[in-house]
């Protein structure tokens, strides 16, 4: 942890590294994206154990989602930085000819990247991927709820980068709102829409802008047009990965009533054949991150109607694979983000439905829909707004780096991912050139007799 002293020294001397210009060079830049690589490939192990020991991440998942997703990430980084940094020519009206313009990125200058506590490691580490690339220095603050990721992130970084290029603040809400009494250039911040809200307001007191990856209620549409046990497989798996704490998890079901049962006892079974009979013992179910957490979810299997699941332990925070059903919509489980192993199924007999409650709430961050109708698709498609859609799909979406990652409306500002990321931590400085050899007097005064030519 940091003293206050320390946060401003720590950007002040970021403020002087960035005035030297050496994070604009190309070559700087793509080195220390190589460097970030390597940092990754040489750390997977202890990596994975933070993860473990943090959520008891199964490794697959820690290697999918992590630590190969921020890898791909890093190599697309390289792989692009000259194109991505090139200016674009930009065209101009015949009036200003012989002037030509072009579009320029630039980066912003200090950064800060706040992180939560799900994917503790690529949530920082993916976007500075991009404020790199885009030739920022940073500051990163992890969630201090994944403590160990935290404390490794916190390690790893300075045995890697100049500490006045990029560094680490470690620590929690106070320390994050001292950091945010400190103007940035940019803020980076991935959480809750509560705290999007507060460092919404903090950025706006220096004009700083913001990018907020938020949550929401992820709504998942299931048609009768579907195949049964691809769609419950990659329900369950969406839903499951990370025992439900995954910001584009499917919140909750909507199924059409004829296919219901069918769909259920597909669940069912998926999940029998994913974790066992006894997903306790399954070394590929996580653990829900903390006491807090965990007595929020416990709270919501209170009166709930569970199909299946419902076990706690609450000496490894552990909750079952769960359905419920029977849910109204004023239930509590139906008023916040679940952020859980908790999957409710709600039927409907009409599409409208659906669409009409989805539209009566705030954005999601992302809408699913199990259908081979493409007039429903397209219907769905244009009836609702969302951060972004899969369909006859779950939350892999977030791994194509050609596809901008983010919310809208109350699931977030700004996208990143791919050039996303280089976009986001970028000026594009528009730059216009007029040679000297020809001076056209149309537009200087006296204007007598000039308004008919124009
Ligand atoms: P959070 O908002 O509680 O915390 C996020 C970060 O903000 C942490 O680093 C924390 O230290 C800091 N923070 C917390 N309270 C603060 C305050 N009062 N002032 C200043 N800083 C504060 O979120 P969380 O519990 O870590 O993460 C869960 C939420 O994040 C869920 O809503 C989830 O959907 C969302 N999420 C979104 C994405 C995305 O990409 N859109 C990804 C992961 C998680």
Avoid at 337 to 359: K, Q, R
Avoid at 417 to 423: L, T, V
Wanted: aromatic share 10%.
């Amino acid at each position: 942890m940091m003293t206050d002293f320390s946060i401003s020294d720590h950007i002040t001397k970021k403020r002087t590294y960035f005035s030297l210009g050496k994070t604009k060079e190309f070559d700087f830049r793509r080195q220390q994206l190589t460097i970030l690589k390597q940092l990754i490939i040489d750390n997977e192990q202890a990596i994975i154990q933070a993860l473990q020991a943090d959520l008891h991440k199964p490794e697959l998942e820690a290697v999918t989602s992590e630590i190969v997703f921020a890898l791909k990430e890093v190599e697309l980084a390289i792989k692009s930085l000259r194109n991505w940094t090139k200016p674009k020519k930009a065209a101009v009206p015949w009036q200003l000819l012989p002037s030509s313009a072009k579009i320029q990125p630039e980066p912003l200058g200090v950064v800060l990247i706040i992180g939560a506590w799900n994917y503790p490691f690529q949530l920082v580490i993916v976007p500075l991927i991009g404020a790199i690339a885009a030739g920022n220095c940073a500051i990163l603050k992890p969630s201090e709820i994944a403590s160990h990721t935290s404390h490794l992130v916190a390690e790893l970084i300075p045995k890697y980068f100049h500490s006045d290029y990029i560094s680490v603040v470690e620590g929690g809400i106070e320390t994050s709102q001292k950091l945010l009494t400190e103007k940035f250039d940019h803020i980076f911040f991935t959480g809750s829409n509560h705290v999007g809200k507060i460092i919404m307001a903090a950025a706006a007191k220096n004009l700083t802008p913001v990018t907020l990856e938020l949550g929401g209620k992820n709504p998942c549409i299931v048609d009768t047009e579907i195949h049964l046990e691809h769609t419950a497989r990659r329900i369950i798996w969406g839903k499951f990965i990370n025992a439900g704490q995954t910001c584009i998890a499917p919140d909750y079901l909507f199924v059409d009533k004829k296919i219901k049962d069918q769909l259920l006892a597909n669940l069912e079974k998926c999940l029998k054949e994913f974790y066992g009979e006894h997903p306790e013992k399954s070394p590929d179910y996580a653990r829900i991150i903390n006491q807090k957490n965990f007595d929020r979810l416990v709270n919501f299997l209170k009166n709930a109607r569970i199909i299946i699941g419902g076990e706690t332990n609450p000496n490894e925070f552990y909750i079952s694979p769960t359905l419920i059903t029977n849910i109204s919509f004023t239930d509590p489980i139906m008023q916040e983000e679940i952020f859980g192993p908790i999957l409710p199924i709600i039927e409907y007999t009409d599409i409208e439905e659906a669409i009409t409650w989805i539209n009566s709430q705030p954005k999601p961050l992302a809408l699913y829909l199990f259908s081979q109708n493409k007039n429903l698709q397209q219907k769905v498609l244009q009836a609702t707004s969302s951060g972004a859609v899969c369909l006859n799909e779950t939350v892999i979406h977030f791994t194509v780096p050609s596809l901008p990652f983010g919310g809208v409306g109350n699931s977030g500002i700004g996208s990143y991912h791919g050039k996303a990321s280089f976009d986001t931590f970028s000026h594009y400085k528009s730059v216009l050139k007029n040679p000297f050899w020809l001076d056209i007097k149309l537009r200087y005064a006296p204007y007598k007799g000039k308004l008919s030519i124009l």
